[in-house]
């Protein structure tokens, strides 16, 4: 009985290409995998004082209300931790990018 090595030729990469929200791998065995990242979904809920609270990828954001300046409507966000809100002011619109908090927390707040 021969053992093969943990790195066996089938294992091996051959081309490997990557951007933000798609993977393909090409393995020496022909093998081809395609990964494409999708948004989990955040969730909205409404804490005792009244502030919507969106949970987006294990973190929690205060979010205010939708509102229109010039062209595009927009929305600020906050982290929330202990309670209370952490950090820089941020905003979204509709045209946040795939994958990232801001399009999860415009996503949340849109819907429905």
Do not use: C
Not at 74 to 92: D, I, L, M, P, Q
């Amino acid at each position: 009985m021969t053992r093969r090595p943990m790195l066996s030729r089938e294992r091996t990469t051959r081309k490997i290409q990557s951007d933000r929200t798609r993977h393909h791998i090409e393995y020496a065995d022909d093998r081809v995998v395609r990964l494409i990242l999708v948004d989990a979904p955040a969730t909205v809920e409404t804490d005792s004082e009244g502030r919507r609270i969106v949970t987006a990828k294990g973190k929690r954001y205060v979010v205010g209300t939708i509102r229109q300046d010039g062209v595009r409507p927009y929305v600020h966000y906050w982290s929330e931790r202990n309670g209370k809100t952490f950090g820089a002011t941020r905003s979204t619109t509709g045209d946040a990018k795939p994958g990232t908090v801001g399009r999860a927390i415009w996503s949340a707040v849109t819907a429905g």
